[in-house]
């Protein structure tokens, strides 16, 4: 059997047993109040408070503790340094440099440029001084990981009760230190009561030789040896051996009146004393007031400010507490390739110039997404079978400017069939925010984004389809914005965002568009009241047309909608809908393998119920088969934050 009792503060020890004292049933909540918690003499952090009432409650609990550091700017040579002035309980300094030495020799931990123990007479100080291209806080946050600066200790609170090892709570603890205290204070009252029932028998004796004085010294006088006088005193006065003994040994200057005032007043206190130590032993009330008094003197003599500050809970430190937090690039390509870049990479360019290519694509392969984000941010894939993955973007590898990436497959837990549709990314998942879902089949789905916040590695239920059916198009929505369906035939509808009341994850969804027939839906576009947004559609036989967002009247949801496109057997049916600007590109692909690369601008802005223009020659067996707005234009491959 083992215990491990963490050292307290004394201060708050004794307010806690006086507050037992004075009122037996508080309770150990009341007694935290008092007590929060262990006192290290190294001082440092207790990080949350689980365990210390783990501890307190029950006899056994574990305390997470952590170093005191500080970042301080502007140190020699103008570099910042991390100083640690306080480290956890029994750890040990020479071993805890040897650890971050080691560290930083193996690469573990990087940016540091020089550690020094600059602990003197005053206190501890240990510098970490930083590269000028280091981060200190996630340097920080590496050493609170991998080395001793954050620690743990496991509280046993076991103790030996009544000749019987026990497990002690709190209450518990404070009860029996009580007890004891008692058991000290009765003792000491008992041996002072002896002793002064002794010096007053011896008092007594004195008073009455004092008073008898005369016969007392012709007594003496007439004895012939010291025994007779002992017997003489003892036979004629009362008194005892031990009196008659101390009277005999009463040297004369004692017979003075002085001394025989200070015999008599020696005697009253004596009594009074005797009497205040009755009352002690008699009641339990003045004994825990002696007790408590005691206490309270010993607790200003030792008094003592508390030097562990006790924090909440920060919680285990995740991968993302260690990796800086920095911009990058992040690119997709049509062919399921991923990777980001740091945005250094793609520096700043003068106006004209012919840019840079963003990934390295096979010619069959072009980049369809392109975004900046923040190594902390979550991107968000959601699949056509209707299932979501979340992946921060430090976990996407990283790639040069010219490498092609890796493949999302994989990155994801992907089934054989199933198809990356949309790509998110997403900064928090705070409530207010809302993911809009269409699928194949004209259905619409409007979700709270925090619903999606806790998502499995292997991915989860973004949207309950039905047989047969296909998500198409996941956007982020606001309050005020307005959904546009475009069908396979032809027709679309707009309407408000709000029509489409927010429902659970796991759930269908509501109907969107009345679709007829066969048809289906092809695209989905979110626009705001005021964009500039045109809407592009694109038929099978490589036709075409811009029209205006402000062309597509407002109207109620799940109606058959509105005459969007002509479709006839020229033409062919609608194979895709896309919202672009002008300064947009894009890349149609037909099954035959033949690419045409097109500039928006370039492409007719025309009426709602028109056919569009040809954009494509194609042979008669011939259809386009892929429409995409490109990410990257081709002759300026800066990088910006557009998630569309």
């Known amino acids: 059997m083992s215990t491990n009792i963490p050292p307290h503060n004394l201060s708050e020890v004794i307010d806690g047993s006086i507050a037992l004292i004075k009122n037996p049933d508080i309770t150990i909540d009341e007694l935290m109040d008092i007590i929060p918690g262990p006192d290290f003499p190294t001082g440092g952090f207790i990080t949350g408070r689980s365990g210390i009432k783990s501890a307190y409650e029950t006899g056994r609990g574990s305390l997470k503790m952590k170093a005191r550091a500080t970042i301080e700017e502007g140190g020699k040579k103008d570099r910042t340094a991390i100083i640690i002035t306080e480290i956890p309980y029994q750890v040990n300094k020479a071993r805890l440099l040897e650890r971050i030495a080691e560290l930083h020799k193996l690469k573990r931990i990087e940016g540091i440029s020089d550690l020094r123990d600059e602990s003197d007479r005053d206190g501890m100080r240990i510098v970490i001084e930083m590269k000028r291209d280091g981060d200190p806080h996630v340097t920080l946050n590496q050493l609170y990981a991998m080395t001793p600066l954050r620690s743990s200790f496991s509280i046993i609170m076991l103790a030996i009760v009544k000749g019987r090892p026990k497990l002690l709570t709190l209450k518990d603890a404070l009860f029996h230190f009580v007890e004891h205290r008692k058991d000290v204070v009765t003792r000491r009252t008992m041996f002072e009561l002896r002793k ?41 006065f009362g008194l005892s051996l031990i009196q008659a003994k101390a009277i005999l040994e009463m040297r004369l200057e004692r017979l003075t009146r002085m001394e025989r005032d200070k015999i008599l007043n020696e005697l009253e206190e004596i009594e009074k004393l005797i009497g205040r130590l009755n009352k002690i032993l008699g009641s339990e009330k003045v004994l825990m007031d002696v007790i408590t008094k005691e206490l309270i003197a010993l607790r200003e003599q030792y008094r003592d400010e508390r030097r562990t500050e006790i924090t909440d809970d920060e919680g285990d430190l995740s991968l993302e507490d260690l990796i800086p937090e920095e911009d990058m690039v992040v690119t997709a390509s049509q062919q399921g390739f ?137 956007r982020l929505a606001g309050p005020e914005d307005h959904i546009i369906l475009f069908s396979r035939e032809g027709k679309s509808i707009r309407f408000s965002v709000d029509d489409a009341r927010p429902i659970g994850r796991v759930t269908r969804g509501v109907r969107g568009m009345r679709l007829k027939g066969k048809d289906e839906l092809v695209g989905m576009a979110i626009v ?117």
């Open 196 to 236: 002064a029932r002794e010096r007053e028998h011896l008092l007594l004796g004195f008073q009455i030789a004092i008073d008898n004085l005369d016969a007392v010294i012709a007594l003496i006088r007439a004895a012939k040896d010291p025994e007779e006088a002992r017997t003489g005193l003892c036979d004629k």
């Open 338 to 474: 991923i990777k980001r870049t740091p945005v250094a990479v793609y520096r700043s360019q003068n106006r004209a110039g012919k840019g840079k290519a963003g990934m390295k694509v096979r010619d069959e392969d072009h980049v369809t997404k392109m975004f900046v984000a923040s190594t902390h941010t979550w991107v968000l894939f959601f699949t056509n079978k209707g299932r979501v993955f979340r992946v921060r973007v430090y976990n996407i590898p990283q790639g040069s400017r010219q490498s092609k990436g890796r493949a999302i497959v994989n990155l994801l837990q992907l089934a054989g069939d199933e198809t990356v549709e949309a790509i998110l990314s997403v900064n928090d998942f705070e409530e207010g925010q809302h993911l809009v879902f269409s699928t194949r089949k004209g259905l619409v789905k409007r979700t709270d984004l925090s619903l999606y916040k806790n998502i499995r590695s292997n991915g989860i239920a973004a949207i309950k389809l039905d047989p047969g059916d296909d998500l198409i198009s996941v």
């Open 528 to 644: 705001g009241p005021d964009s500039n947004i045109n809407i592009l559609a694109v038929t099978e036989r490589g036709y075409g047309k811009r029209t205006p967002q402000s062309a597509y009247r407002v109207q109620r949801r799940a109606g058959t909608g509105v005459l969007a496109m002509r479709t006839t057997k020229r033409v062919g049916l609608v194979l895709a809908m896309r919202s672009v600007l002008p300064s947009d590109e894009l890349l149609m692909t037909s099954n035959k393998g033949t690419t045409i690369r097109i500039r928006a601008s370039e492409i007719r802005v025309i009426g709602r119920v028109t056919q569009g223009v040809r954009l494509m020659h194609l042979a008669k067996d011939e259809q386009v088969v892929a429409v995409d707005v490109l990410a990257e234009p081709e002759d300026e491959a800066e990088p910006n934050g557009d998630d569309g």
